[in-house]
């Protein structure tokens, strides 16, 4: 887990990076896509999205609830300027911290977190104004990546993300940066967006409505996707013990045979083994109960 920034009255804004990680958390109150898109187990849909590796989930945390979450995933089809593309699947708020501009701050933490273009799909008048605040505009011909048969879609090119700002928050650049080198091995600009570490900046936030939301049917909930995201060799960052690595018997679905072990605690306790390829969890064992 990476904490990305934090307000003063103790949000934090994270991006998990594996579904166990969700045992010392709860849900919080949300509305929107439980009423409108049937998803009625916030839970296991973000424990179904943390083990698709395509998948990038940022969720603000207040006193060990979840109050806010992004889902964002790699697009499949390629811009023409060789940059990643992501599309924002859904952006959701609970009702009692609307007009207070966590969304807004979730989005800003993304668009410095993932390299390239973020295209998404406003589903009412609302979330397009919103969208249209954070520098989304409606593709052009000339845009980077081919939207034609995506009508209703947005873009935020990759050279408008500068434009983005935040409100009252501590920005962790450190970690913002570890979290990007994840991501992104490969990758030889990684650069920082934001300037200097744990800045505090205020400025004006456009309201939203209490819940944002992007294209969150349920192809976008529920479609698999095993491709890996690189060749990174560091070890993973969460609320665990590294314990050390192993080499499995059989190869990951990326290919990789080499994984990484940690000692998990919460409701779930054992020993994770990691991918240290594509960051898939591979194999979890239980920790024995010996009391009788």
């Not at 990643?84 to 207070?100: T, W």
């Not at 050279?159 to 490969?186: H, Q, R, W, Y």
């Amino acid at each position: 887990m990476f904490e990305l920034a934090r307000t003063d009255d103790g949000i934090s804004f994270c991006k998990l990076e594996h579904a166990f990680e969700l045992d010392k958390l709860k849900i919080g109150e949300f509305s929107y896509f439980r009423k409108y898109l049937g998803m009625a187990d916030y839970f296991s849909n973000f424990n179904s999205w943390l083990k698709r590796p395509t998948v990038a989930l940022v969720l603000a945390i207040s006193d060990n609830t979840v109050v806010g979450w992004a889902m964002n995933e790699k697009w499949s089809s390629p811009s023409t300027d060789g940059r990643p593309v992501y599309v924002l699947r859904g952006i959701e708020i609970s009702p009692q911290l609307a007009r207070r501009g966590v969304g807004k701050n979730m989005f800003f933490l993304i668009a410095n977190v993932l390299l390239g273009h973020v295209i998404t799909k406003p589903v009412n008048k609302n979330a397009k104004l919103f969208f249209e605040s954070l520098n989304f505009v409606e593709p052009s011909s000339s845009s980077p990546v081919n939207l034609g048969d995506y009508p209703g879609y947005m873009i935020l090119e990759e050279g408008k993300k500068e434009l983005l700002s935040f409100e009252d928050i501590s920005v962790f650049e450190t970690n913002i940066m570890s979290c990007k080198a994840k991501i992104f091995p490969k990758e030889i600009n990684l650069e920082p967006v934001v300037s200097g570490v744990n800045t505090v900046v205020s400025n004006e936030c456009v309201a939203t409505e209490k819940s944002i939301i992007a294209d969150g049917g349920t192809d976008s909930v529920t479609s698999p996707d095993d491709k890996g995201v690189g060749d990174s060799q560091d070890p993973i960052v969460f609320d665990g013990k590294f314990v050390g690595e192993q080499k499995m018997m059989s190869p990951c679905k990326c290919g990789h045979y080499l994984v990484y072990k940690y000692q998990v605690t919460g409701k779930k306790k054992g020993t994770a083994f990691i991918c240290a390829s594509c960051n898939i969890e591979r194999y979890f064992l239980p920790l024995k109960n010996l009391s009788k």
